[in-house]
């Protein structure tokens, strides 16, 4: 089934090392040219081109590589005021201790850890790194989060001369040996699939599922594994006795979508290895936003307002440098016990100023301090379109024209002295309780 579990499939012309990447001719458990155990073989390796690709162990694998003492030690990362594990090493895994685990619980179970604070600037830089060098195989790159990303390398064997199944295995060494953490990539053919397999053999794992197999693997998979199905749902599913994929396989799509709607739809397809959403590159993102969890939980507008500025001016910047805009204004809240609000509001034209993002956000915001305590806040756009019609001057009111104005005057100046330079009295000296505001393109 896997290729890296399927040693037993012999055709000579579909499989090489992973270590030095020689073609790999009929059987054998180990390399003929440099004895590494590390082979790939499956009938349709050379067909497939939607790849999935994460780092292994993140956070902790960045703090391994920049402190050699901890390669054999288990390392957590996390802690801080909020005393939850971000992420831990396999070593420590194999312990117990997982990613939203108490601090507490994590050295109860592996005490002898070594805990690490959480450094996101320097997570973001290595994620940004990671992420240029897949953008250097092909532009269809789509990032899913800081360490995750699919990649659409089709059409690609001819500008690299060799097939993606062979780009994806020297792309995982290059990270290896250039920035010194490892990746688990998934190749198939589409996004679903892909995804599932990049976590199939963690960590420096690379699984191969193909058309032929498709079915027949997801119907031994529990619904868990379909997108979209998160805890809530698979309970429903589960009160109608719906438990493992096959049971969707054989269930008819008009039973399915009366049942559950468009998500019936979305059961009755994936179920059946069906999926073609595309690969959209970064610039295709459906919106553009930044978020912040705090180190506490916050509750007044004098706490909040800050924060929301700050961000709202992060969402501009980078909609100015990727030229869109963007109509609907989505204000994202978690409160303290982790549920999540959003709330939209459209605008009569797309936007790109911080300041329509920030007073839109605002009066977003007004409606939910009351009293509740927040962890997260997020602001963003979606909606997005290119920003030549963005802002119409003569439809916004006055006001907001004048701080259009303004806003067009504070970038001029922070492009030709730089970021500091100018701040708003929102921001000027506040936001010290946020964490550096994460990048969240959807
Ligand atoms: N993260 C976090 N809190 C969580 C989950 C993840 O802070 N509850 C952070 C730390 C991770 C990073 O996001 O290093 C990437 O998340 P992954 O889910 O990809 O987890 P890892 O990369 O750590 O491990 P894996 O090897 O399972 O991908
Ligand atoms: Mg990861």
């Given at each position: 089934m896997f290729a890296a579990m399927s040693a037993s499939v012999n055709d000579p012309s579909h499989g090489f090392c992973r270590d030095c990447l020689s073609p790999q001719h009929g059987g054998g458990m180990r390399c003929r040219a440099c004895g590494s155990p590390r082979l790939i073989r499956h009938p349709e390796l050379y067909a497939l081109a939607i790849a999935h690709i994460d780092c292994d162990a993140f956070y902790a694998a960045v703090e391994k590589r920049d402190n050699p003492a901890l390669k054999d030690r288990p390392v957590i990362v996390g802690g801080g005021k909020r005393g939850v594990v971000s992420t831990a090493c396999y070593i420590a895994r194999i312990n117990g201790v997982r990613s939203a685990m108490p601090m507490?619980?994590?050295?109860?179970?592996?005490p002898g850890a070594v805990v690490i604070k959480p450094d996101m600037e320097k997570y973001v830089r290595v994620g940004r790194e990671v992420r240029a060098m897949m953008q250097a195989l092909?532009?269809?790159?789509?990032?899913?989060?800081?360490?995750?990303?699919?990649?659409?390398?089709?059409?690609?064997?001819?500008?690299?001369?060799?097939?993606?199944?062979?780009?994806?295995a020297r792309f995982t060494r290059a990270?290896?040996?250039?920035?010194?953490?490892?990746?688990?990539?998934?190749?198939?053919y589409c996004k679903f699939l892909a995804k599932i397999a990049s976590d199939f053999r963690k960590p420096?794992?690379?699984?191969?599922?193909?058309?032929?197999e498709a079915v027949g693997f997801l119907a031994e998979q529990p619904v868990t594994m379909i997108w979209g199905v998160?805890?809530?749902?698979?309970?429903?599913?589960?009160?109608?006795?719906?438990?493992?994929?096959?049971?969707?396989q054989r269930m008819e799509r008009g039973e399915l979508m009366r049942r559950y709607g468009t998500m019936g739809d979305r059961l009755?397809?994936?179920?059946?290895g069906q999926d073609e959403r595309r690969v959209e590159p970064d610039h295709d993102a459906k919106s553009v936003s930044a978020e912040t969890t705090f180190d506490t939980d916050l509750a007044t507008a004098a706490d909040l307002v800050p924060i929301l500025r700050a961000l709202s001016e992060k969402v501009s910047a980078?909609?100015?440098?990727?030229?869109?805009?963007?109509?609907?204004?989505?204000?994202?809240?978690?409160?303290?016990?982790f549920k999540i609000r959003t709330r939209n509001r459209q605008l009569g034209d797309p936007t790109r100023l911080a300041d329509r993002i920030f007073q839109t956000g605002l009066q977003l915001l007004e409606k939910e301090t009351d009293g509740t305590k927040y962890r997260l806040l997020g602001i963003g756009v979606s909606d997005l379109s290119a920003a030549d019609r963005a802002d119409p001057p003569d439809l916004i009111d006055v006001q907001s024209r004048k701080r259009?104005?303004?806003?067009?005057?504070?970038?001029a100046l922070r492009d030709k002295f730089g970021k500091k330079a100018v701040e708003t009295g929102y921001t000027f000296g506040k936001g010290r309780n946020a964490r550096p505001p994460e990048d969240a393109d959807h």
């Open positions: 507490f619980k994590a050295l109860e179970a592996c092909t532009p269809l790159v789509e990032p899913l989060s800081i360490d995750e990303a699919f990649l659409d390398l089709s059409g690609t064997e001819r500008l690299h001369g060799q097939p993606p199944a062979l780009v994806l990270v290896e040996k250039e920035i010194g953490i490892t990746v688990s990539a998934g190749l198939s420096r794992g690379f699984s191969v599922i193909g058309q032929d998160g805890k809530a749902f698979a309970a429903t599913l589960e009160q109608d006795g719906i438990r493992m994929i096959s049971q969707l009755y397809r994936l179920s059946r980078r909609l100015k440098k990727a030229g869109i805009a963007g109509r609907t204004v989505v204000l994202k809240l978690k409160t303290h016990d259009a104005l303004a806003e067009g005057a504070i970038d």
